[in-house]
C-alpha cells in the first residue's frame, strides 16, 4: 500500500521561506516519478514540480528561481524548498506519486503567505 505524508507548512511572511517533506512507504521510491501540486481556494489544483527517478525537474512558470524540488532517495522522502514566497503561493501543497495510469496523493499540507 503506497502512502505519502506531507510536512512543513505553516504560517510565513512575503518573502519568507519554507521546506515542505514528503515521506513514501509501501514503494520502491527510487524508481518514482515525485511531484507537488497545489490548489489554492476556488482554484483548479496545479501543478508546481515534478522530478523523476534520474533527477530531472520541472517547475511551473510562476515558480521558476524561487522553488527547487528534490529528493532524498535514503531517507524515501521529496522535498519543496521555497523561497521568496508570495501571497499568491498560498495553497494547500500535494505530494503526488505517479505510474501513469495510477497516481497516488498525499493529504496536503497548508502553505499561509501573509503578512
Known amino acids: 500500500q503506497v502512502q505519502l505524508v506531507e510536512s512543513g507548512g505553516g504560517l510565513v511572511q512575503p518573502g519568507g521561506s519554507l521546506r515542505l517533506s514528503c515521506t513514501v512507504s509501501?514503494?520502491?521510491?527510487?524508481?518514482?516519478?515525485m511531484g507537488w501540486y497545489h490548489q489554492a481556494p476556488g482554484k483548479q489544483r496545479q501543478l508546481v514540480a515534478t522530478?523523476?527517478?534520474?533527477?530531472?525537474?520541472t517547475y511551473k512558470d510562476s515558480v521558476l528561481g524561487r522553488f527547487t524540488i528534490s529528493r532524498d532517495n535514503a531517507k524515501n522522502t521529496v522535498y519543496l524548498q521555497m523561497n521568496s514566497l508570495k501571497t499568491e503561493d498560498t495553497a494547500v501543497y500535494y505530494c503526488?506519486?505517479?505510474?501513469?495510469?495510477?497516481?497516488?496523493w498525499g493529504q496536503g499540507t497548508q502553505v499561509t503567505v501573509s503578512s
Open positions: 503526488y506519486l505517479t505510474r501513469g495510469v495510477i497516481d497516488y
Open positions: 509501501g514503494s520502491i521510491f527510487s524508481s518514482e516519478t
Open positions: 522530478i523523476t527517478p534520474g533527477g530531472s525537474t
